[in-house]
């Protein structure tokens, strides 16, 4: 089993649309979820990261975590053909130091005019 | 807001040399960095724990002697790809967390992206 897991996709949505991309992850012990985005050929960029149960949100971005499920989410609002990347879940696994993150194996997402 | 730098961004070598990418924090001091590969259409997988004035910490199957990695400074880590081999064709990744160590204080450098030939 992966320590983190998301769909590879590719998830299609019109522009103006919800996008919502999801991840789970193996350690109950992680303690810090980040989710990045990342265009071919560039370096991930941080959207958001989540430490407590509940939502969190940043504009058009929410993320959502649910510990006891070993769930985070992020959902995009007024989905842009701009977000079209691929995007990144990362966990900073319990006992490791922070910033040692796993990553899953990200989610292509695209939206459509 | 702070900014990690990665040099170089592109690198083209012949197999058997060696390659430097360095990693460094222009508006911050990095106590640590992390050191990522990224193989194409795949995920970042982490390889190695950079400590400013420590040993670098490497993840399970990942060379040290092939990877040298050298954090001599709170602002700079070096990654040295010894005896590159095509395999070993990557994008290079690191990442500086903070002084602080606060939440969130984890910034990435623009990647490098090395092909051996």
């Known amino acids: 089993q992966k320590e983190v897991e998301q769909n590879s996709g590719p998830l299609s949505v019109p522009e103006g649309a919800i996008a919502s991309l999801n991840c789970t992850y193996s350690?109950?012990?992680?303690?810090?979820f980040f989710w990045y985005r990342q265009y071919s050929g560039k370096s991930p960029e941080l959207i958001m990261f989540?430490?407590?149960?509940g939502d969190k949100e940043d504009g058009r971005f929410t993320a959502q975590l649910n510990k006891a499920s070993q769930y985070v989410s992020l959902l995009i609002r007024d989905s842009q053909p701009s977000d079209s990347a691929t995007y990144l879940c990362?966990?900073?696994?319990?006992?490791?130091?922070?910033?040692?993150?796993?990553f899953g194996q990200g989610t292509i997402l695209t939206v459509h005019p | 807001g702070a900014v990690v730098s990665q040099h170089p961004s592109r690198v083209i070598c012949k197999s058997g040399t060696s390659v430097k990418i360095e990693c460094r924090s222009l508006?911050?001091?990095?106590?640590?960095m992390f050191w990522y590969r990224q193989f194409p259409k795949q995920s970042l997988m982490l390889m190695a724990t950079?400590?400013?004035?420590?040993?670098?910490?490497?993840e399970q199957g990942v060379e040290k002697d092939k990877f040298l990695i050298n954090h001599a400074s709170l602002t700079l880590s070096t990654l040295t790809v010894t005896s590159a081999h095509p395999e070993d064709s990557s994008f290079y990744i690191c990442?500086?967390?903070?002084?602080?160590?606060?939440?969130?204080?984890?910034?990435f450098g623009e990647g490098s992206r090395l092909t051996v030939l």
């Open positions: 508006d911050f001091q990095a106590t640590t």
């Open positions: 990442s500086a967390r903070g002084t602080s160590g606060g939440s969130g204080e984890l910034f």
């Open positions: 989540i430490y407590s149960n």
């Open positions: 990362a966990v900073n696994p319990g006992g490791t130091s922070y910033g040692k993150l796993t």
């Open positions: 350690d109950r012990g992680s303690q810090s």
């Open positions: 950079s400590n400013e004035g420590s040993k670098a910490t490497y």
